[in-house]
């Protein structure tokens, strides 16, 4: 409101009231749009342009400007939001094949991860002791029956070794959440949504060959606690723990993106029992413990579960 404007409404006010039924009000004049303020002087110094350092000139606050004057700003509170979008994920037929035959267990496994999900534990890492166990294939499997029950998870590739989350729901990554580490993109450029699904994937696009295998900075886990606050579950493809990353990478990892669970894959077809309990050992001794053992695969005839039955197991039951 200009000062013309409250100068009509004081005088307007100030008559005595006069109680007749035909009285009108006229409307205002127009209000005309302040006309901007010419441009302060500029001068060169040296190579570069800039303002005069004059200290700027005080306004009345108390007028305000027209509403065409306020540029309008992004909303920071969708920058979380996937900019890219896909029907549903062509996913893979083990993965169908897996939830079909066993239904049974990942019933059971997705109601433990449901109630973990209920005290707080959003974040849930899946690893193993080689590469080529089934360890990204579970996770597709997980996340296709969480997004029936009505759970939005968001799948994380952190296997950033040999990246291939994104091959395996079938999409070409432009962007990956290792460029955000490096640049101010939001993290909606990096996502990719599956509509159809209820699924939402963040690739990591670009292998990495040396250096820290894991990120572990302020932004990484910037990023994650912002997963955790717009997703029901985040659900990170972990490297296998051989060489690269150790064991005391993977657990500085986990501080960083206050990774909840732990589960890691065998392969009951070449299950290797003292390495098994050695890693959780490990693992145990880094501050991560593992919440339970993932078996892969067709057991043999002699194991206790029978043919065809993977499960979950606790650690202990690994060894100590």
Request: one cysteine or more.
């Amino acid at each position: 409101m200009t000062s013309f404007d409250k100068s009509f409404i004081k005088a307007f006010t100030d008559q005595p009231h006069v109680a007749a039924p035909s009285a009108r009000v006229s409307a205002p004049p127009h209000i005309v749009s302040p006309t901007p303020a010419p441009a302060r002087e500029r001068r060169l110094s040296g190579a570069a342009t800039r303002v005069e350092d004059q200290p700027p000139a005080r306004r009345d606050t108390s007028e305000s400007l027209p509403l065409s004057s306020y540029t309008p700003r992004p909303k920071v509170h969708d920058s979380w939001r996937a900019m890219l979008e896909v029907d549903r994920f062509p996913w893979p037929a083990c993965c169908e094949e897996l939830l079909v035959r066993v239904r049974p267990h990942w019933d059971r496994f997705a109601d433990t991860i449901i109630e973990a999900m209920a005290s707080g534990q959003k974040c849930l890492g899946i690893s193993s002791l080689h590469r080529n166990v089934g360890r990204t294939t579970t996770l597709l499997a997980l996340s296709k029956i969480l997004a029936n029950r009505g759970m939005r998870p968001v799948l994380v590739d952190a296997d950033c070794i040999r990246p291939e989350l994104a091959e395996a729901c079938g999409v070409v990554v432009q962007t990956g959440w290792d460029d955000l580490l490096a640049s101010e993109l939001a993290l909606g450029e990096s996502l990719i949504a599956a509509v159809e699904d209820g699924v939402t994937l963040l690739p990591w696009r670009s292998a990495v060959t040396s250096g820290a295998v894991l990120p572990t900075s302020l932004k990484a886990g910037g990023i994650f606690g912002t997963l955790r606050e717009h997703y029901d579950l985040v659900l990170v493809d972990l490297p296998p723990l051989g060489t690269k990353p150790s064991v005391v990478e993977l657990a500085a990892f986990a501080s960083t993106v206050h990774l909840d669970r732990l589960y890691l894959v065998d392969d009951l077809r070449d299950h290797d029992r003292d390495a098994l309990a050695s890693t959780c050992n490990k693992l145990a001794r880094a501050g991560l413990a593992v919440a339970g053992i993932i078996e892969n695969f067709a057991a043999g005839p002699d194991h206790p579960r029978g043919a065809n039955h993977p499960g979950v197991r606790r650690p202990a039951a690994v060894g100590s």
